[in-house]
């Protein structure tokens, strides 16, 4: 059984706004792959790579998004390399409008508005079929 709306709700408007300032061990970090119970690799402004886990209040609640950006605060990181766990940090709430919260002072500039440029593909390989090794050859007798 999941969790009650109230508590769905809930965590859905906290994620929504963005906090007014940010603590010392918070950092706004991108999502790069999930790990399983929880658990999230993430990159920080600096490009460094951390295990975090997700607070229990937005567990089987909100989806997050490979490529999408968190809050994670990594003021338990101290405590936890002590007792020899490879999760560093917690993420404590997920960027749902990414416009709000780009607009706060605390939002890194190496987090830059990703664009698609098409001039970067020389020609776009979707829809079509992988090439054959018969293609180079001729046909007919």
């Known amino acids: 059984m999941g969790k009650p709306k109230r508590h769905v709700h809930a965590a859905d408007q906290e994620s929504l706004t963005p906090p007014d300032q940010l603590t010392d061990s918070q950092s706004i970090a ?12 993430c990159e920080l402004p600096n490009k460094k790579t951390i295990l975090v886990e997700l607070e229990s209040r ?18 338990s990181m101290e405590e936890r390399s002590k007792t020899g766990s490879k999760v560093v940090g ?6 749902r ?15 830059v508005r990703q664009t ?8 776009s ?16 007798p």
């Open 116 to 123: 698609y440029d098409e001039s970067e593909d020389e020609e």
């Open 58 to 75: 937005f567990r089987n609640t909100i989806w997050i998004k490979r490529g999408g950006y968190v809050l994670v605060d990594l003021g």
């Open 97 to 111: 409008d990414e416009k709000a919260w780009r607009k706060e002072a605390y939002w890194p500039k190496q987090f």
């Open 30 to 41: 991108r999502v790069v792959k999930a790990e399983g119970n929880s658990n999230y690799i």
């Open 125 to 140: 390989t979707v829809g079509k079929l992988p090439p054959s090794d018969s293609e180079d050859e001729e046909y007919g």
């Open 90 to 95: 917690e993420i404590i709430n997920i960027v």
